[in-house]
């Protein structure tokens, strides 16, 4: 069974600080790692993917990996109120041509003023 | 149409009833996805399909038929709709190995 956990949260921020965010899989041939932001009453919709060890960085956006320990993360950067959302990790393996994502439960953030 | 549209937006369905919930891409993605999503449950997939005329099951099948006879569309359908069945439904698209890009989702109530 494979698994992504992450913490529900709430994360709750002050206003320009920086929000960490985590999550942790079980399935080491896990090849490709995406974080989704997802609104209240919204759709999913994609932040940043991150396929190789280390950094990737995307404007206030930093996402980190690190397949030995078989963990993804998600720092936002001088956060805003309008970051406040539910954030969502999906992992896929591209097992046997399939690339059926492994979703988490989501992380909600909350920025306050 | 530009992206992936999902119909109706929304459905009060007495128990029983048949109902095909709609999705269509623009973006000539192979894979295409049904989610469902409850509170506290996250998103979970219900079927999927890698590519035109081939569909599979997710997590959580039992209830629903897909199918997929070109690459645009991918309908969802409950043959008996059930409470249990009352949830926010999400359809996604992707090129394999790339993101997935949902639709706006329809919002299901089944009373």
């Known amino acids: 069974q494979k698994e992504v956990e992450q913490n529900s949260g709430p994360l709750s921020v002050p206003e320009g600080a920086i929000a960490s965010l985590n999550c942790t899989y079980s399935?080491?041939?896990?090849?490709?790692f995406f974080w989704y932001r997802q609104y209240s009453g919204k759709s999913p919709e994609l932040i940043m993917f991150?396929?190789?060890?280390g950094d990737k960085e995307d404007g206030r956006f930093t996402a980190q990996l690190n397949k030995a320990s078989q963990y993804v993360s998600l720092l936002i950067r001088d956060s805003q109120p309008s970051d406040s959302a539910t954030y969502l990790c999906?992992?896929?393996?591209?097992?046997?041509?399939?690339?059926?994502?492994?979703f988490g439960r989501g992380t909600s953030l909350i920025v306050h003023p | 149409i530009a992206g992936i549209t999902q119909a109706p937006t929304s459905q009060i369905l007495a128990a029983g009833r048949r109902m095909t919930l709609r999705c269509t891409q623009d973006?000539?993605?192979?894979?295409m996805y049904w989610y469902r999503q409850d509170l506290g449950l996250g998103l979970r997939l219900i079927h999927y399909?890698?590519?035109?005329?081939?569909?599979g099951k997710g997590e959580v099948p039992d209830g629903y038929s897909v199918s997929r006879a070109n690459t645009d569309d991918f309908p969802l359908t409950l043959a008996s709709a059930v409470p249990s069945q009352t949830s926010v439904y999400f359809c996604?698209?992707?090129?394999?190995?790339?993101?997935?890009?949902f639709g706006p989702g329809t919002r299901l109530t089944v009373l």
């Open positions: 996604a698209s992707s090129p394999n190995e790339g993101e997935q890009f």
């Open positions: 399935d080491r041939g896990s090849q490709s």
């Open positions: 991150i396929y190789s060890n």
């Open positions: 999906a992992v896929k393996n591209g097992w046997r041509g399939s690339y059926i994502p492994t």
């Open positions: 973006m000539r993605h192979n894979a």
């Open positions: 399909s890698n590519t035109a005329g081939t569909t």
